[in-house]
């Protein structure tokens, strides 16, 4: 195993690496792309480590409202910082995620940009078969054979959550800045929309006005350190005394995190406390978007019966809080 | 591409500032156990599962195995051997050697540093936070009861805390 490492400290040099080095892949805690290396299962000659790039850190309060965090910030660090308690289902999720030592050290840019993964793909290289998987170039999938492309699960905690208030990503190259809807990045067969010579630099919550509740429940075999089998993240936005605005998103739901549609022209002027009654309607519309993905851990029919328990248990700490 | 590039690392270690020449693609494990010689830091999955090589940096605990060695430049790693003193156990190994915390000893340092990550910032933690302290730690051999209970009297012994719901 013998690899570059490049260190820029400021953007402008990030760019000349990428100009010299256009396969440069970035690591910023390491704490997917490392093991994935120490394992065989990928290798890549040039990386740039991006932890010396202070623009890319920090939590920033705006004018405007909105709370830009910067693509560096750890996951401890996110569950630390008291102004950010308002957002308890991003508190929840952040930390959810794998142990203590992964969120010491795993950025919460790299969280929403990590590896779909898969039983067959995440296995040792010696298990591997002669003829690769679409993940690793070939035309098969071994995890769900027959599937004619990869169907491998993006399982993110802190994605559904940002997507459910609807943050935006910022993404920055050498020659221009483009801002985009979190959910707009993720594409079919684990692929991110994102250009190899530029880099995301901060995750916008937008502002609101009115009372925020928020929650991120998810399901596991092991009740920490563990993949979510399926989670569901859910935002409400109350104004006077009723739901102004609504947001459902299934986490572990396939190759991305999925809006489940619909779901605020149901609760839109409710109250908090009348959610009861449009439980079994979000049960189901919820459990619809969730991709019938079967493997070693659990098969379809419990995924979806997991993730009507789950947005069950989401709106009932909602009205309970 | 087959050569090691070389770079000088700056680093505290067990409190002692070093320079050293590295490979720019060690791993920390690596540069710990096999530069320095502190073998006390385990090698166990190698990807980020198990948790045997589990150190400090700066005060919190990392996966030794899967964070590159430059990756801790200009900061402070602590080691099994950087927490106690020569020829004296810390009350953190007391309390596991009392408790029976420790069989094979394999998972026991990687135990040890996440435990005093935790006690530093909690010094009265409840057994729900102690378990959540150690979920990235994996021991095969005392089924965890018996970590449990080393963490709370380590607790006892370092901040004369009485332990919460019994032993």
């Known amino acids: 195993m013998v690899f570059q490492v490049k260190r820029p400290t400021k953007l402008s040099d990030l760019w000349d690496v990428f100009t010299e080095y256009p396969e440069a892949y970035p690591i910023a805690g390491g704490t997917d792309i490392l093991p994935r290396l120490n394992q065989g299962i990928e290798h890549h000659d040039v990386f740039v480590s991006l932890e010396g790039i202070q623009e890319l850190r920090g939590i920033s309060f705006k004018e405007d409202g909105s709370i830009s965090i910067g693509a560096l910030t750890k996951l401890v660090e996110i569950t630390e910082t008291p102004d950010l308690n308002i957002f308890k289902a991003l508190n929840q999720a952040c930390s959810k995620v794998a142990s203590p030592q992964i969120r010491n050290q795993a950025t919460i840019g790299g969280n929403v940009l990590q590896e779909n993964r898969c039983v067959y793909f995440n296995q040792s290289v010696s298990w591997r078969r002669i003829e690769p998987c679409f993940k690793l170039g070939g035309d098969k999938c071994y995890q769900y054979t027959g599937s004619p492309k990869c169907v491998a699960l993006f399982q993110s905690d802190v994605a559904p959550v940002l997507m459910s208030y609807g943050a935006n990503a910022v993404w920055k190259g050498a020659r221009k800045t483009r801002t985009v809807p979190l959910s707009s990045i993720y594409m079919e067969a684990g692929k991110k929309d994102k250009t190899p010579d530029e880099i995301l630099a901060e995750l916008i919550i937008p502002p609101f006005s009115g009372v925020l509740h928020s929650v991120y429940v998810r399901e596991t075999i092991r009740r920490s350190f563990d993949f979510p089998l399926v989670s569901c993240a859910l935002t409400l936005i109350e104004k006077d005394s009723t739901i102004d605005s609504a947001c459902m998103v299934m986490g572990s739901a396939g190759v991305m995190p999925r809006i489940v549609p619909g779901v605020e022209d149901l609760l839109l002027g409710l109250k908090i406390n009348d959610l009861g009654a449009k439980i079994e309607e979000l049960r189901t519309m919820g459990s619809k978007e969730v991709f019938p993905f079967k493997d070693s851990r659990t098969d379809v029919v419990t995924r979806k019966n997991f993730a009507k328990a789950l947005i069950k248990k989401a709106i009932n700490s909602i009205i309970n809080a | ?167």
Request: charged share 20%; proline share 3%.
């Open chain 2, 1 to 167: 591409m087959s050569e090691h590039k070389k770079i000088v690392l700056s680093i505290t270690v067990n409190g002692e500032p070093r320079q050293d020449l590295i490979n720019e693609d060690t791993m920390l494990l690596d540069y710990l156990r096999e530069q320095l010689g502190l073998i006390g830091t385990k090698r166990g999955c190698n990807c980020s599962e198990c948790g045997t090589c589990t150190v400090l940096l700066d005060g919190r605990t990392v996966y030794s195995c899967s964070t590159l060695a430059i990756q801790a430049e200009g900061k402070e790693v602590i080691t099994i051997e950087g927490v106690s003193t020569p020829g004296e156990l810390h009350p953190i190994q007391e309390a596991f050697v009392e408790a029976g915390a420790v069989h094979c000893g394999f998972c026991t340092p990687g135990f040890i540093l996440s435990t005093k990550a935790l006690l530093d910032r909690n010094h009265n933690p409840s057994k729900e936070e102690i378990k959540e302290a150690l979920a990235g730690n994996l021991c095969r051999c005392t089924g965890y009861v018996q970590i449990v209970e080393a963490v709370q009297l380590a607790a006892q012994k370092l901040y004369g805390y009485t332990i919460k719901g019994g032993v």
